[in-house]
């Protein structure tokens, strides 16, 4: 009969158990790791009227990011915070040693942040999927194709507006027009937000003064070009493409009246009409809304891309004259644009 140990167990069965136990913890460990995904997310930074620092593009932030640098958030790395993200656009601008983003960025035990982009006095506010945040980036949990929007506030008595576009009566962050043919924008908004945080916000149908300006996008900044229009009294500016393409608008404030949190646009412009859910000379796309495909109908071959909302071409495919059925599982939730030849297509997942 083998010998036991105190506790009554032989002494093989003991070292049995202690391996099993090890082998628990460290299924647990791995289980818990396989399941804290990294988010890719829409991040953009922006600090005064000359541009964004980061031009709204995707980042994969991991969900340890912020720890990896000494911070901490309320998810212990096992959910993709705002505070990671806000960690990302630190590395974006500064770089990914550590004394730097620390020089740049101090966060307290609490989630207070007092030093921002290098800013000590840590003026700043994020906005998730165009809704001001409220709380604390270390308790904001972020989740895939989240829009997180980063802005440093302007004016010294915190009365920064944060603005939006309006197309048909409704705001939107992409539309599709026709070249050489007027359409009207509105900027509208939130004014006074982080004066409104304790004393109430002040919605607004109409931001005067609001310079509407072409983005370009150059080694992930994103640079004001001249306006090309500015909002008067009623919020409104009539603008007009002359040749196709994909273009990015924001808006800035154009006489030192009230700084704006400038808003983003894709417009993408077509030489002719385009179409969703209707036939015209060349194309019918449906069903929209979609999910797991949908069928393009073309009178012609060619190849058909579709963009995200920052711009981005997300999925390309080539299409035979008749019609083609385009499996879009891959695709995230939300609105997306198809583009085909001289047609441009809203759709929605």
């Not at 003991?14 to 988010?39: E, Q, T």
């Not at 370009?216 to 040749?243: I, Q, Y």
């Not at 924001?250 to 949190?261: R, T």
């Not at 073309?298 to 385009?326: C, M, P, Q, Y």
Request: proline share 4%.
């Amino acid at each position: 009969m083998p010998a036991m140990d105190r506790r009554g167990a032989s002494p093989q069965i003991s070292v049995f158990m202690k391996k099993m136990r090890f082998l628990v913890i460290c299924a647990v460990l791995f289980l818990g790791n396989m399941y804290a995904h990294a988010a890719t997310v829409k991040l953009s930074y922006l600090a005064d009227n000359s541009g964004f620092i980061v031009a709204r593009a995707d980042f994969e932030v991991a969900p340890d990011l912020s720890e990896t640098y000494g911070y901490a958030d309320a998810f212990s790395g096992e959910k993709v915070s705002a505070l990671d993200a806000i960690v990302a656009a630190h590395i974006a601008v500064f770089g990914d040693n550590p004394d730097d983003i620390h020089s740049a960025l101090a966060v307290s035990e609490s989630g207070l942040i007092s030093n921002f982009m290098g800013d000590e006095s840590g003026n700043f506010v994020y906005v998730v999927n165009g809704t001001l945040a409220e709380v604390a980036a270390s308790e904001t949990e972020l989740n895939n194709n989240d829009i997180v929007e980063l802005f440093g506030i302007q004016d010294p008595s915190y009365l920064d507006s944060q603005a939006w576009f309006v197309y048909d009566g409704q705001r939107t962050e992409a539309i599709t027009v026709t070249a050489g043919e007027e359409f009207e924008l509105t900027v509208a908004g939130i004014e006074y937000v982080i004066w409104g945080m304790d004393y109430g916000a002040t919605p607004t149908d109409a931001i005067e003064y609001a310079a509407v300006a072409p983005v370009t996008v150059e080694s992930g900044a994103g640079f004001f070009g001249s306006p090309l229009g500015v909002t008067g009294s009623n919020g409104k500016v009539t603008l007009k493409f002359d040749n196709a393409g994909t273009y990015i608008l924001s808006a800035y404030d154009n006489e030192d009246y009230i700084p704006l949190m400038s808003p983003w646009l894709v417009v993408m412009v077509n030489q002719m009409t385009g179409t969703e859910n209707v036939e015209n000379s060349s194309i019918v796309v449906y069903p929209n809304p979609f999910a797991e495909y949908i069928i393009i109908n073309t009178a012609t071959a060619g190849a058909a891309t579709i963009f995200d909302l920052s711009g981005k071409a997300v999925l390309n495919v080539n299409l035979t004259a008749g019609s083609n059925r385009i499996n879009t599982a891959v695709l995230p939730k939300g609105v997306h644009l198809l583009k085909t030849g001289d047609n441009t297509v809203k759709i929605v997942k």
